[in-house]
């Protein structure tokens, strides 16, 4: 499962042999998306005795607040000195003295806290050198800079601090705060201090917890049951550091969405992207399954009674399903007794046994019983010896580990030919023309670049992979692995002069079992074994890269900035029924819809009737969807153009991909948003509105109809879903939504939110009006509070869509102040403020309100101020006096919340991540493929990348390819660089000519440069 980089490429197949877009397929890139994490040692614990030092300053500081939360149990605390939390929660005080227990067993926590302390006890902690960890920082002796930074940090952590501190280890920040009376109760809406502001250390490494905390750990090690370290071998497998595993872990196990983990817990996580941590959160459901599918087979080889102890350690020492399956094959229902396991039932183990431990006081005669099936004679009882030897051999770790080693350092090929019963079809199909299957000589002729093919196991790339394996599953290809002979000679060799030699002398005939049953084993056993494996690893290699092909051009093409401020004409082109117009508002709208016949007799009338529509309701984009009659219509639009018929609107039209307008227009969704329009008009409106808003459309199709990627019928149909799920609702929560203007398909993708509960926010909109604040999506119906805490940073409340809205001018104050209780199923006001909260506009999570008022408190802003001149030009000037670590530790928390707080402050209204991506193309005239010539430089844009290249359309009606052989280093920006083909569907690139064959219909492309 762990990808190494490559320094050179396979033979390329070239663009100009490929028939069909079978050769369009996926590659295995060589440089990978994502950098790869090497997992570091992890730091020795510091002694546990350094964290008992400052116990005396803890019981002075909770004793000197015993009487004020009236906690009747606080006088136990010198029993337990290290009590993390002294307010009232909703549990009893034992039950939280025993949590306070284990969480000082936390290694990787109660190292920090204890290094903390000892500074403390040596007076070195200054101010100026301070962690901005949250809960592990006490001050010093005097009482009034402490109670007055211990009253800010209470003000900062949200209500709900009941649960026990994972992360935090020894001593809480609360553990000599003075509590606030209104939060003695409890809170179902509140949260804990962000994870990663617990775990912060100092210098850049931050928060390396070397294990799980022992409550997640357990519970993983329960629920796993397995002989190897799970976290040791995620990171091997990922190549991820363990501390970042350990936090990945601990927080999809607490039900954390990515977005909200990207962009939240940034630290935690070590910075990674969306991607990264979802290849993590892969293994790690591949690493849960594997546990579950040996759990499966452990009960049922127990049920059959064939479960041994050694047998059970093998299985539970498994780390791929091939392994699994290598080690569980020979005990399947149904397949016969393995040679190995008859002659084990003939009680010949004992004599394998007597072979290797004392082969000198080994008699096969002894074992000779004339009439038993197996032992009749001398030759059947070294024959059932070699096989039990054989089956031994064969699933050794360390001789299966040396074979492995000598396939790395050797080479091993795949190839693949015409199989005997495709070609028989292909003369059969010559020889009685007219009588053949319609297409299945033209699926034999797809293969035709695979027909004698030969690559080494190492370079063969993925898209190769999978036509081969397409070939094979029809019948067309054959397909075996090589491997030299010099292997099996090295191997046999040192089977028998080293792992599986005698441990005394031996005679000659005792050698000869001892070799015929290695040759045995690695013609029979080992070599399928290796095969399958190789197999296996080259598809589930090719599949993921597919995969992530498919996840990257999806997000390239929902991250296309919409185009805002216009009318715009949706056109769903065709010949026989017309084409079928929409007319859309700014604010996507539906105008007017209208079919027009341009292809037929009286293009004159249709041309007056389009005029006027145009000028009635000033549109001046026009869309065309790229599907039949597509390149006739861009030509009757420029026509019109070009003779000013639309003056003086200056008019202009782009070609968008059209793939799932069709799918989407018959669906329960557009039905129901659309009940009166026909399907063909709503494919129009959905043509349109792709270009008005692309991410807001483009969620309503299920992404595998968008026309992205290649191969994906080839793919797991369950593991390409759900990665296109994740990158939608990726892209969703990142862009944001306005709460009060979107629709309900969009809010479904939203982190934290499904169709139950976006249905209930759109019913309580419709009961209620709209939201004033993030505090009210509480009262929903289904809304919990981890739901609220994973979607609550990726709502907004956009004061323009509340025209009447005024702000309150203290934002803390829409804090709740009384908790929301649930009465069964039903949810009770409370005290939900419906004021507006100028907050809410920004990317800033709730959990950091406090923290962005103290910020704006220090740089003199106020919050009603967001996203001016003014306030930019405030925080800036603060930013330059003092480093943004400075100001973090000032106002109590991490330096990436305070970047976050710094972007929601200062990004102007309306901000959308997707400006910095590039629009449509809008274009007034039209050139064909006819008028291309070798050397012509052009400018275009990518519509859709594979692994062998990039597909640019430059506007001639076909998509020129870039090969990937031209797609170098130094055309590129720095930037990227580092991702697999470097391109991506949306990007603007120039281009020169380098081939056109208008027979074919191809053009082949040299880039020249990414234009930024």
């Known amino acids: 499962m762990m990808r190494r980089h490559r320094t050179t490429a396979a033979k390329a197949v070239e663009y100009k042999d490929c028939d069909t877009d079978l050769s369009f397929s996926q590659t295995l890139s060589s440089d990978e998306d994502f950098e790869e994490w090497r997992p570091q040692e992890p730091k020795p614990k510091v002694p546990r005795k350094t964290a008992t030092a400052p ?288 002659a084990k039932a003939l009680g010949l183990e004992v004599a394998v046994s007597a072979l290797l431990d004392s082969p000198h006081t080994l008699d096969l005669r002894e074992w000779v019983k004339p009439g038993t099936e197996g032992l009749s004679s001398v030759e059947e009882v070294a024959t059932g010896v070699e096989h039990i030897l054989a089956d031994m051999i064969a699933k050794d770790p360390e001789t299966l580990s040396y074979i492995k080693t000598l396939c790395e350092n050797s080479f091993v090929t795949i190839q693949s030919s015409v199989s005997k019963s495709a070609l028989k079809e292909r003369e059969q199909e010559k020889a009685v023309q007219g009588h053949q299957k319609p297409n299945k000589n033209k699926d034999i002729d797809k293969f035709h670049l695979y027909f004698n093919f030969n690559n080494n196991i190492q370079r063969i790339q993925s898209h190769q992979t999978l036509a081969i394996n397409r070939g094979e599953s029809l019948k067309i290809l054959t397909v075996k692995v090589n491997i030299p002979d010099r292997v099996k000679s090295d191997f046999t060799g040192w089977c028998i002069n080293i792992r599986w030699r005698p441990k005394t002398s031996a005679r000659e005939d005792l050698y000869a079992i001892i070799r015929n049953a290695v040759e045995d084993s690695y013609k029979r056993l080992i070599l399928p074994f290796l095969t399958r494996s190789y197999r296996t690893k080259l598809t589930s290699a090719a599949e993921k890269e597919s995969i992530a092909l498919f996840v990257r051009n999806l997000r390239q093409r929902l991250l296309v900035c919409p185009v805002r401020g216009c009318v715009i004409m949706g056109v769903d082109p065709g010949f026989r029924h017309g084409c079928k117009l929409a ?230 104050a829409a804090v709740l102040e009384k908790p929301v209780s649930k009465k069964g199923k039903g949810k009770t006001c409370g005290n939900i403020p419906t004021s507006l909260n100028p907050l809410d506009q920004t990317c800033i999570h709730p959990e950091s309100y406090d923290v962005a008022q103290r910020f704006l408190l220090l740089v003199g802003g106020a919050a009603d101020q967001i996203g001016s001149a003014g306030l930019r030009q405030c925080v800036e000037s603060k930013v330059r006096t003092s480093s943004v670590e400075e100001l973090a530790r000032t106002v109590d928390t991490t330096t990436e919340t305070l970047k976050l707080i710094i972007d929601g402050l200062t990004q102007p209204p309306g901000f959308d991540i997707r400006q910095n991506f590039g629009q449509a193309d809008f274009k007034r005239g039209i050139v064909s493929m006819s008028d291309l010539r070798v050397g012509t430089v052009l400018t275009g844009r990518v519509d859709n990348t594979t692994l062998f290249g990039a597909f640019v359309d430059i506007g001639v009606g076909r998509s020129g390819l870039i090969h990937k052989s031209y797609i170098t280093l130094d055309k590129l920006p720095a930037s990227q660089r580092r991702r697999s083909l470097a391109l991506g569907p949306g990007e603007r690139v120039e281009v020169r000519v380098l081939n056109v064959e208008p027979e074919r219909g191809r053009i082949g492309l040299d880039l020249i440069r990414v234009l930024q």
Not at 93 to 102: G, I, L, P, S, V
Not at 293 to 322: M, N, P, Y
Not at 634 to 650: T, V
Request: glycine share 6%; charged share 30%.
């Open 583 to 812: 007319i859309l508002s700014p604010t996507s709208q539906i105008l007017h819809t209208d079919v027009v016949y341009l292809h037929n007799s009286g293009q004159h009338r249709e041309a007056d009737k389009l005029c006027h529509l145009m000028m009635k309701y000033s549109c001046t984009r026009v869309v065309i969807g790229n599907g039949t009659a597509c390149r006739e219509t861009e030509s009757f639009f420029a026509d019109l153009i070009s003779r000013r018929r639309f003056h003086p609107l200056d008019v202009s039209y782009c070609i968008t991909n059209e793939a799932g307008a069709s799918i989407y227009s018959v669906s329960p969704e557009a039905v129901k948003e659309m009940p009166d329009l026909d399907p063909n008009i709503r494919s129009a409106v959905s043509i349109g509105r792709r270009v008005q808003d692309p991410l807001a459309e483009l969620v309503k199709i299920d992404p595998k109809h968008i026309g992205i990627g290649t191969y994906q019928h080839d793919v797991p149909a369950g593991a390409l879903k759900a990665a296109l799920d994740g990158v939608v609702q990726e892209c969703v929560s990142f862009v944001g939504v306005d709460i009060n203007i979107c629709s309900e398909i969009l809010m479904r993708h939203v982190a934290g939110l499904n169709a139950g509960r976006a249905k209930s926010i759109a019913e309580w909109r419709e009961q209620n009006g709209p939201f004033n604040n993030r505090e009210q999506l509480k009262l929903v119906k289904g809304m919990g509070p981890k739901s609220y805490q994973q979607c609550a940073g990726f709502i907004r409340i956009n004061p323009q869509t509340l025209p009447s809205a005024k702000f309150s001018t203290h934002p803390a």
């Open 55 to 342: 116990s005396a300053l803890e019981k002075k500081a909770s004793a000197k607040r015993a009487t004020k939360p009236k906690e009747p149990k606080i006088p136990k605390e010198p029993k337990v000195p290290k009590e993390p939390k002294p307010r009232a929660p909703r549990k009893p005080a034992a039950e939280r003295k025993t949590k306070a227990t284990k969480v000082l067993k936390d290694s990787g926590a109660s190292g920090l806290a204890g290094t903390k302390r000892k500074n403390i006890e040596e007076g070195k902690n200054k101010a100026g050198e301070k962690l901005a960890d949250g809960p592990n920082v006490l001050k010093e002796d005097e009482s009034g800079p402490s109670v007055r930074i211990k009253e800010e940090r209470l003000s900062f952590v949200m209500p709900e601090a009941h649960k026990a501190d994972r992360w935090a280890g020894a001593g809480s920040s609360l553990a000599g705060l003075k509590a606030k009376k209104e939060e003695v109760e409890t809170e179902d809406f509140t949260f804990d201090e962000p994870c990663q502001k617990k775990q912060k250390t100092s210098g850049t490494t931050f928060g390396q917890p070397t294990a799980l905390p022992p409550s997640l750990a357990n519970g993983l090690r329960n629920d796993l049951n397995m002989n190897w370290d799970f976290i040791e071998l995620l990171s091997t497998l990922t190549c991820v550091e363990r501390w970042v595993c350990v936090n990945i872990i601990s927080l999809l196990r607490e039900e954390n969405t990515v977005p909200f983990m990207v962009r939240y817990r940034k630290e935690m996580i070590n910075h990674m992207d969306a991607d990264a941590v979802r290849d993590v959160q892969l293994v790690y459901e591949e690493l849960c399954s594997l546990s579950k599918k040996t759990q499966s087979v452990i009960q049922t080889l127990k049920k059959d009674g064939v479960l041994s102890a050694e047998l059970e350690h093998e299985l539970r020492s498994c780390r791929s399903f091939d392994e699994l399956d290598h080690v569980y094959s020979p005990y399947k229902k149904g397949s016969k007794l393995t040679k190995a396991r008859r």
